[in-house]
C-alpha cells in the first residue's frame, strides 16, 4: 500500500542530480528517426507487441508526406468538421519554437493593417459572466482538477506576465459549486532547472488515504520535457495554497526513443490489483500517436511498461491524453482505478497536428496494461471528438463528493493577438461538463454542463409549439440575449419527413463544407440564431440538417456557424460540426449557453458537443437578440422552448475575510 514517504522524507539517494543531461540525441531531427526506432524496438517492446507496433510503423510510413496533417480514417459518420476562411497565418508563432504546440490562432483574413476597428466597448462584452477567466492575462490547459476538504480545485496554465502565452505557471482557483471562484495565488511557478521554461500540464491523484500528489510536464534548462513530481506542502489547509517541488525531481525523463519535445502531460494515475499505481503520458513515433504507460508504487520511482497503452498511425503527437472509467450499467461517475465488469474505459488525446479532443470507448487489459477500442474504424484520432467546436486540451475529475466525472476544456481565442492584447486576457474555460456512458446508442459518451450551472437561471420565457415555416426566421421576443440557458425541441411534420419528395442526393452532408446555415436543403438546416441583430448582419446559427438517402434513411448533423458571427474581418470564422445520434422516437433537442462570446451547444443530451468562439460587433450588450429560424426547402418546423437569463457567477480573489 502506498505511504506519503516523499513528502516528509524525500530519500537524497533518490534524487537525480541538477546536472541531468538532456537527451540531445533524441531531439525531432529526422535523421535520427531510424536510430530512435531501432533504440526503442530493442530497449522497450516486447513479444506480440512488438509486431503490432512494427505493423503501426510500417503503415504509418506510407502517409509519410510531411505537408500531411490529416487525421481522417475512412469514418465518415464522425468525420472532423472544420474549415475556415483563408488566411494569412499570423507573424508570431508561439509555443511551436518551446516545444509545445502552436498557441497562437494562425490563421484570419485580415489584410496586413487592415485590422477591424475594435473599439473598447466591443472588446470588454467579449469577457464572459459564468465561464471561467482569470482576472487578466493568458490561460490555456485545465490541470489537476480534484476535490479536496469541501473545495474544487481549478489549476491552470497561466501567464502572469501577458496576454499572450509563455512564462507558463499554474494558476490556482477554488469553489464550492464549480460556477463561483476565488482566484489564489499562482500555485507553482518556474524555478527550478527542471521547470524553468515552464510548468506545464499535469495531472492529480487522489490517494486512498486522502493525500494528493501531482504530476505535471517541465520544461527544463535545456528544454527537455520531463514529469514532475509536486504535493500540498500543508494537506491540512483545504485551500491548497502552498505547493512543495520533490526535491527528486524530475522523477520521469524522455526514455530512449522519445523526442525530448514529444513526451508531456502526465495523466491522473489508477491503482491496479497488483498493487501498483499507473499513469500515461502522449507521445508519438514519426507519425504514430501513442501513449506510454508507467507503473509505480511510491510516486518517486517509476517503471516504463512494455509495449504502449495505445497507438494509433497518423495521429501524430497525443497531448493531454486522459483515461478514465466510465459505467456501462449505472448513470454515475466512477473513480479512475476503477475497472471490471460493467466498466469501460475512455481514451482520449488532444491532437496536436489538428488541436481536437479525440476519444473512443474501449476495453482496459490491466494484464497487459492495453486498451482495445470498440470500435477500430472509430479509434482515438480518427473517430470521435468531444466538441467539434473550440475546445482543446481537456481533462476530467473524478468528483468523489457527488459521484460524477467532469470534464474541462480549454477554450482558445480566434481573434488575434493584437485584440487579445487589447484586452488584457486570452481563453475561457468550458463549463465543467459531466460526462457520462451514453446508455442508449451504448457507442459514445454524453456531455452535459454540471447540475450548479442551473442555479444561475433566472427569470424564464417559455414559447410552446411555435410554427417555423420553411425559409422563414421567428423573432424570439425575450429581454437580452447575452447571457442565456436555451433548451429547444424541434419538430419536423411527418409528411416531410416520409415524403419521397425530399429525398436528395445529399448523403454526404458535411456541416463544414455544405455551407453552413445557408445551405438549404429538403429537411435542413433549421434552429437557432443567436447573438444576432436585428437585420441579422450578425448571426450565429446553431442547427440541425437531417439528410435524406435514395432509400429513404435520416442522419442527423449538428453544426455551428461562424461564417456571419462577426462583421470583423481580423477573427476566425468556422461552420464547426458533425453526425448526430438520434434514435427512433426521440424529439430533436438541444441546449445552449450563450455567455457572451461563447456559445455552448449540446445536441441530444450531449451526444454531439459545439463551442462557437465568436467575436460579434454588432450584436452585443442590449442589440444581441435570438430568433428561431429554418432553411429547409421542404419541411416546416414546430419548435418549443425555454429560455433563461443567466445570472453571472461571483468570481473574485479570494480575501481571508470572505464566506462564499
Ligand atoms: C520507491 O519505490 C522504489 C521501488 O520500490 C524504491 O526503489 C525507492 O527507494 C522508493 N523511493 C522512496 C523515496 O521510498
Ligand atoms: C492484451 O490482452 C488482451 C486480453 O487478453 C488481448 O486481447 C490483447 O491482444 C493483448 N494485447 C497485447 C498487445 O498483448
Ligand atoms: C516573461 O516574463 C518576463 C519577465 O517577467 C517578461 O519580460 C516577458 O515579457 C514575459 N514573456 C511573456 C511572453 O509574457
Ligand atoms: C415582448 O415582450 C415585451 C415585454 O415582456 C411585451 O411588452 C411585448 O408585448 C412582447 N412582444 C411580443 C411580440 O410578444
Ligand atoms: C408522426 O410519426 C410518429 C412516429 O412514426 C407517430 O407516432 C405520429 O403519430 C405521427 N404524427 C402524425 C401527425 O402523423
Ligand atoms: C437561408 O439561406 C439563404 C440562401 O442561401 C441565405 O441567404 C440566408 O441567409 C439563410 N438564412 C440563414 C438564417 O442563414
Request: aromatic share 12%; with cysteine.
Amino acid at each position: 500500500m502506498y505511504t506519503n514517504q516523499f513528502s516528509t522524507s524525500p530519500d537524497p539517494e533518490n534524487t537525480i542530480p541538477c546536472s541531468y543531461n538532456p537527451l540531445t540525441d533524441e531531439a525531432e531531427a529526422p535523421a535520427s528517426d531510424r536510430r530512435s526506432i531501432k533504440v526503442i524496438l530493442s530497449t522497450l517492446l516486447s513479444g506480440v507487441f512488438l509486431l503490432a507496433l512494427v505493423m503501426v510503423l510500417i503503415g504509418d510510413q506510407r502517409s509519410e508526406d510531411p505537408t500531411v496533417v490529416a487525421v481522417k480514417g475512412d469514418y465518415q459518420p464522425y468525420s472532423s468538421s472544420k474549415t475556415s476562411e483563408i488566411l494569412k497565418p499570423a507573424k508570431v508563432s508561439r509555443g511551436v519554437s518551446e516545444g509545445v504546440s502552436e498557441k497562437t490562432y494562425r490563421l484570419f483574413s485580415a489584410e496586413d493593417g487592415a485590422s477591424f476597428p475594435w473599439s473598447n466597448l466591443m472588446l470588454s462584452w467579449q469577457r464572459t459572466a459564468f465561464h471561467f477567466q482569470p482576472e487578466n492575462n493568458w490561460m490555456n490547459d485545465p490541470n489537476g482538477p480534484l476535490y479536496y476538504k469541501g473545495w474544487y480545485h481549478l489549476f491552470y496554465q497561466y501567464n502572469p506576465d501577458g496576454a499572450v502565452w509563455g512564462n507558463i505557471t499554474w494558476g490556482h482557483a477554488v469553489s464550492k459549486d464549480l460556477i463561483h471562484w476565488l482566484y489564489l495565488p499562482l500555485a507553482m511557478i518556474p524555478d527550478q532547472w527542471y521547470d524553468i521554461n515552464g510548468v506545464w500540464t499535469g495531472s492529480a491523484t487522489q490517494l486512498p488515504d486522502g493525500s494528493i500528489v501531482v504530476l505535471y510536464t517541465g520544461s527544463t534548462d535545456k528544454m527537455v520535457q520531463v514529469q514532475n513530481l509536486a504535493y500540498p506542502a500543508d494537506p491540512s489547509d483545504p485551500l491548497l495554497l502552498r505547493w512543495a517541488k520533490y526535491p527528486g525531481n524530475p522523477v520521469i525523463i524522455p526514455p530512449p526513443g522519445i523526442g525530448s519535445l514529444d513526451f508531456r502531460d502526465p495523466t491522473t494515475a489508477w491503482f491496479t490489483p497488483d498493487g501498483k499505481w499507473r499513469l500515461t503520458v502522449g507521445s508519438k513515433f514519426h507519425k504514430t500517436g501513442i501513449s506510454l504507460v508507467y507503473q509505480t508504487t511510491n510516486f518517486t520511482t517509476y517503471d516504463l511498461v512494455d509495449g504502449v497503452l495505445h497507438a494509433v498511425p497518423g495521429t501524430g503527437m497525443w497531448e493531454c491524453v486522459d483515461f478514465f472509467p466510465v459505467s456501462t450499467t449505472d448513470e454515475n461517475g466512477l473513480d479512475t482505478s476503477v475497472n471490471g465488469p460493467g466498466v469501460k474505459h475512455v481514451l482520449k488525446a488532444s491532437l496536436d497536428d489538428t488541436k481536437e479532443d479525440y476519444y473512443a470507448l474501449g476495453t482496459y487489459y490491466v494484464e497487459n496494461d492495453t486498451w482495445i477500442p470498440d470500435n477500430p474504424v472509430a479509434d482515438v484520432g480518427i473517430g470521435m471528438i468531444y466538441d467539434y467546436g473550440n475546445f482543446y486540451a481537456s481533462k476530467t475529475f473524478y468528483d468523489q463528493s457527488k459521484q460524477r466525472r467532469v470534464l474541462w476544456g480549454w477554450i482558445g481565442e480566434t481573434d488575434s493577438e493584437n485584440a487579445d492584447i487589447e484586452k488584457g486576457w486570452a481563453s475561457v474555460q468550458s463549463i465543467p461538463r459531466v460526462v457520462t456512458f451514453d446508455h442508449k446508442t451504448r457507442s459514445n459518451i454524453l456531455q452535459w454542463p454540471v447540475k450548479e450551472t442551473e442555479s444561475l437561471r433566472l427569470s424564464s420565457d417559455e414559447f410552446d409549439k411555435v410554427e417555423v415555416p420553411a425559409g422563414s426566421v421567428v423573432p424570439l421576443n425575450v429581454s437580452t440575449a447575452t447571457q442565456l440557458d436555451i433548451i429547444a425541441e424541434f419538430v419536423v411534420d411527418n409528411a416531410s419527413l416520409e415524403g419521397t419528395g425530399t429525398i436528395e442526393a445529399d448523403g454526404g452532408y458535411d456541416c463544414s463544407t455544405s455551407g453552413g446555415a445557408a445551405g438549404r436543403g429538403a429537411l435542413g438546416p433549421f434552429g437557432l440564431l443567436v447573438l444576432a441583430d436585428k437585420s441579422l448582419a450578425e448571426q450565429t446559427p446553431v442547427y440541425f440538417y437531417i439528410a435524406k438517402d435514395i432509400d429513404g434513411h435520416l442522419k442527423t448533423f449538428f453544426c455551428a456557424d461562424e461564417s456571419r458571427s462577426s462583421l470583423a474581418n481580423d477573427v476566425g470564422k468556422h461552420v464547426y460540426g458533425s453526425l448526430v445520434p438520434v434514435l427512433d422516437g426521440e424529439k430533436l433537442t438541444m441546449r445552449l449557453l450563450v455567455d457572451h462570446s461563447i456559445v455552448e451547444s449540446f445536441a441530444q443530451g450531449g451526444r454531439t458537443v459545439i463551442t462557437s468562439r465568436v467575436y460579434p460587433t454588432e450584436a452585443i450588450y442590449g442589440a444581441a437578440r435570438v430568433f428561431l429560424f429554418n432553411n429547409a426547402t421542404g419541411a416546416s418546423v414546430t419548435a418549443s422552448l425555454k429560455i433563461w437569463q443567466m445570472n453571472s457567477a461571483f468570481i473574485h480573489p479570494y480575501s481571508n475575510e470572505q464566506e462564499m
